[in-house]
Structures are given as structure tokens and as C-alpha cells.
């Protein structure tokens, strides 16, 4: 089964206001962990990477936290925008696993309201 | 260039009929992967070749067969399908460094595949 999950899937948000996505994983051997975002009709695009010897790292309006204690991860987007509509995966891998063998999560839906 | 490319963007096809799916990267990557996603699914792990060599099969049924015949070029030959297998197929690549641990995946946009 899957190592990591997501409870399922919408969060609306208003426009400007902050978004978090939450993903927990259950494999305390995960290094690598990433966030996509899928817009409909559209491949997965990578959006930002941590690894496990971090527990936070910020990309432009977005963060990621890692909780190893906890295995939590989530995705912080700033001041969300209606261009931020999308399905949003966590991604895991670790060291030991199946060479490139990303375990998605199920996915949580944002819709952004103008 | 960070871009994957897959054509075609749609295909339609008959259970009888045989038809190939092609991704290119030109990133230098040495990993290239096909994954398949059924609506509001995530994707699901196909094949990866790793340096034009396949490294991993997820039981995957003989009516895809992949081939790498470069570095950059990645197929899906399709025989024989079913209509359970219709879904966008994904193809990504990664470079392949240190062993996949920290290794960054890219996507493409997707074939959307309907088999009638």
C-alpha cells in the first residue's frame, strides 16, 4: 500500500489568503521528499524539494516543513492566487527503495476563490 | 531547457490496433520513466530506464512494451489494449545522480490515452 496519503482532497481558499496542504508518510526511511502540482489537462510540475536533513525550506510564496518526528510534511503557498488552482502531490523516496521509484500521495485539490 | 515533450498529446485507438507514445528530454538526464494516472489518481509507476537500461518493470502487462533506443528518447508501444486502459500516460526523467536517493523527477504534459 501506499506510504504516503493525503486526506482527501479540496481546500478552497480565498484569494491573497495563505494555503497549507498537509501530507503525512509512514516510511521513517524517506531522504527525499517533493511537491507537484497538477493542472488540469497537464503533467505534474515539480514545484519544491527537501531533504531529510532539513525541516524547512522556502522557495518564491512557498514553504515546505518536514516534522521526521511526526512524518508530516506540508506545503505552505503565500498570498494564493486563482493560478494556484491545482491538484497538489507529495512525493517520497528513500535510500534503499526502488532506484526512482517516487511514492505519490492521493492528492489534495485548492480552489482559489477570486 | 527544463522540458519534457511527449507526443502525441491524444490518441484514440481500437483494441486491434498497435501504436507508440515518444518522449524527449534534452537535459542530459540519464533516467527516464513512464508512470500512468487514471482521474484523480496519482500517478503510478510504469517503467524506468536508468542509463538506456530498464531497471525497474511494476508487473506491468505485455501489451506495453517500453524501449529507450538513446539517452534522450523514451517509447511506449501499445498492442492489444484494453479500455481500462485509457488514462494519461506520464512520462518524467530525472538525472540520475548519487544513486536516485535525492534525484528530482520532471514531468512531461501527457498522452491522453482512450482505448475504444
Known amino acids: 500500500g501506499e506510504s504516503v496519503g493525503l486526506h482527501l482532497p479540496t481546500l478552497s481558499v480565498q484569494e491573497g489568503d495563505n494555503s497549507i496542504i498537509n501530507c503525512a508518510y509512514s516510511?521513517?526511511?524517506?531522504?527525499?521528499f517533493i511537491w507537484y502540482k497538477q493542472e488540469s489537462g497537464k503533467g505534474p510540475q515539480f514545484i519544491i524539494d527537501?531533504?531529510?536533513?532539513?525541516d524547512k525550506r522556502q522557495g518564491q510564496r512557498v514553504t515546505v516543513l518536514l516534522n521526521k518526528t511526526v512524518k508530516h510534511l506540508s506545503l505552505q503557498i503565500a498570498a494564493t492566487q486563482p493560478g494556484d488552482s491545482a491538484v497538489y502531490f507529495c512525493?517520497?523516496?528513500?535510500?534503499?527503495?526502488?532506484?526512482?521509484?517516487?511514492?505519490f500521495g492521493k492528492g489534495t485539490k485548492l480552489s482559489v476563490k477570486p | 531547457d527544463t522540458e519534457v515533450t511527449q507526443t502525441p498529446k491524444h490518441l484514440v485507438m481500437g483494441m486491434t490496433n498497435k501504436k507508440s507514445l515518444k518522449c524527449e528530454q534534452h537535459?542530459?538526464?540519464?533516467?527516464m520513466y513512464w508512470y500512468k494516472q487514471k482521474a484523480k489518481k496519482p500517478p503510478e509507476l510504469m517503467f524506468v530506464?536508468?542509463?538506456?537500461?530498464?531497471?525497474i518493470n511494476e508487473s506491468v502487462p505485455s501489451r506495453f512494451s517500453p524501449e529507450c533506443p538513446n539517452s534522450s528518447l523514451l517509447n511506449l508501444h501499445l498492442h492489444a489494449l484494453q479500455p481500462e486502459d485509457s488514462a494519461l500516460y506520464l512520462c518524467?526523467?530525472?538525472?540520475?545522480?548519487?544513486?536516485?536517493?535525492?534525484?528530482?523527477?520532471?514531468f512531461g504534459p501527457g498522452t491522453r490515452l482512450t482505448v475504444l
Open positions: 518524467a526523467s530525472s538525472p540520475a545522480n548519487r544513486g536516485f536517493s535525492t534525484d528530482t523527477q520532471y
Open positions: 516510511n521513517s526511511a524517506s531522504d527525499y
Open positions: 527537501i531533504r531529510s536533513n532539513m
Open positions: 512525493a517520497e523516496n528513500y535510500y534503499g527503495g526502488s532506484q526512482g521509484n517516487l511514492i
Open positions: 537535459m542530459g538526464h540519464r533516467a
Open positions: 530506464y536508468s542509463y538506456e537500461k530498464l531497471s
